[in-house]
């Protein structure tokens, strides 16, 4: 523990600690020349930098308690969570919204304080190291009571500049079952939700059925079966009038396959419509796709080719393929500015020195043309994000009036599969503001029935709210859950 001293006491013959330096009570008490004592350690001023020629000394429990104190310690502004890990305390300070051994301590009140509310924010002050700790007789036990932080005083304040504020609320249980790479999409009134893995614990089930939910009655109603067979990681998108779905992998003999055809769901009419499979090699790998006005648009995995639906006709045409070697890439990044298709190829022929190349598509024209170098690791790439004004890669933006990538500080992954709201990317817990271009935290979302985080579900901006459903909770074999919360922003 870091303590205080608050009276003169010497640890070598040579210098003395003066009142108000600090110490640090390294162990204790040990039976020491035949009496309890701490080793405690002394690197002179502290608050001037660790002197490198500490000293070390034996100090007996009765002087030990008449000449130190716990250090006071003021935190802010700090937040409040209930987090159980182990035999530590279940709740928890964290300076940004999050709780984790890297940016959070485990708390406990002194007793001449009441209890302080969960997901307030406050400035504090304690120390370490409580005086319950010394009677416990596990080792380990009385380590992990040291850690615990001791609050003596709190009073609320806002919370910092760099936290997104707002609240959390549960939302009506689904009538679907739990899963993972669902497609999804806001009409304006609803979220829709088709397919995806409902893996049980054991098996992969990509199951062909969905719901639509409504956030403001906050109810739930099942979708007619769908022309096409479940998949899982579909692209989906809201046309206007229509719920599209495309693409994705079907399960066949027991292993993935790139699916080619897609539907259309029309939520007035509640009904379905098939989309033709598209003129691609379903052998080229994971397809990609961007909607852009009144077109769907496809590439095979290698970008070697590539097809544009017409909605208004119902047919597919052949496009162009980029004029740049895709080579052996991760999936691309596609940004419709709503003049060019910006795509980003991420070759992979060295895990360390690839880089990444740019290209756009006119579809009026069907013509390419090469982009600067984003100056993009293919490792460190992701999706693509049009703010409106720029497509966001990574910690990097592009203007197309420019005709120039610029470095971003800290994007905190925007471009890497956020959900856009129209100033923030979402990619829980964190959010992207790109009025301010800083990486703001959220609040936690409530804990899940079954305990875990959420990974690979739903997540949609329906204007005022997030909504995120079902998905992983982070364990190996583990049912998908069928939960969901709904986060609206403050400001």
């Not at 310690?73 to 890990?85: E, F, K, N, Q, S």
């Not at 120390?127 to 709190?154: I, K, M, N, Y």
């Not at 229509?242 to 790139?258: H, K, Q, T």
């Not at 991760?330 to 690839?354: C, F, I, K, Q, R």
Request: charged share 20%.
């Amino acid at each position: 523990m870091v303590a205080e001293a608050i009276r003169p006491f010497s640890l070598v013959s040579s210098r003395s600690v003066l009142v108000g330096q600090r110490v640090f009570v390294v162990d204790g008490p040990t039976p020491r020349d035949g009496k309890p004592s701490f080793l405690v350690q002394h690197y002179g001023d502290l608050d001037h930098g660790l002197n490198p020629n500490s000293d070390f000394g034996w100090l007996g429990v009765d002087d030990a308690v008449a000449s130190l104190r716990p250090r006071q310690i003021a935190l802010g502004p700090v937040t409040t969570r209930d987090y159980l890990v182990g035999a530590s305390s279940p709740t928890w300070l964290s300076g940004d919204g999050k709780v984790d051994f890297p940016t959070a301590i485990p708390y406990v009140i002194s007793a001449s304080m009441s209890s302080l509310e969960q997901n307030r924010w406050y400035n504090v002050d304690g120390h370490f190291d409580d005086a319950v700790c010394e009677g416990e007789s596990d080792p380990v036990a009385g380590a992990r009571c040291r850690q615990q932080f001791v609050l003596t005083s709190a009073i609320t304040t806002e919370p910092p500049a760099t936290f997104l504020d707002g609240t959390w609320r549960r939302i009506a249980e689904s009538p679907l079952a739990g899963r993972t790479g669902a497609a999804s999409a806001w009409t304006g009134r609803e979220v829709l939700i088709w397919g995806g893995d409902a893996f049980d614990g054991s098996t992969d089930q990509y199951i062909p059925d969905g719901a639509r939910y409504d956030p403001v009655a906050d109810r739930w109603r099942r979708l007619p079966v769908a022309p096409i067979k479940g998949r899982v990681g579909a692209f989906g998108v809201w046309t206007g009038s229509r719920f599209l779905i495309w693409g994705g992998d079907e399960l066949r003999g027991g292993r993935e396959v790139p699916a080619l055809d897609g539907a259309l769901f029309d939520p007035a009419a509640n009904r379905w419509e098939l989309i033709p499979g598209a003129p691609l090699d379903a052998g080229e790998g994971a397809t990609t796709a961007s909607w852009i006005d009144t077109k769907l648009v496809v590439f095979s995995g290698r970008l070697r080719a590539g097809a544009a639906f017409d909605l208004s006709t119902g047919r597919w045409r052949p496009i162009s393929p980029p004029p740049l070697d895709p080579g052996d890439t991760n999936g691309p990044a596609l940004a419709w500015t709503g003049t060019e298709l910006v795509v980003l190829g991420y070759p992979v022929d060295n895990v360390d020195t690839s880089m990444a190349w740019a290209a756009a598509w006119n579809p009026e024209t069907d013509r390419w043309r090469p982009l600067p170098d984003p100056g993009v690791r293919s490792m460190d790439g992701g999706s693509a994000l049009w703010t409106g004004r720029e497509v966001v890669v990574s910690n990097r933006a592009f203007d197309p009036a420019t005709e120039r990538w610029r470095a971003i500080d800290n994007a905190c992954g925007a471009g890497a599969g956020g959900v856009w709201t129209g100033r923030y990317s979402i990619r829980y817990p964190t959010a992207f503001d790109t009025a301010t271009e800083t990486c703001r935290t959220m609040p936690l979302e409530p804990e899940r029935p079954g305990g875990g985080y959420r990974e690979f579900g739903v997540d949609v901006w329906t204007g005022t709210e997030l909504i995120r459903w079902s998905g992983g909770n982070g364990g190996d074999g583990a049912p998908r859950e069928s939960d969901g919360v709904a986060f609206r922003p403050e400001g």
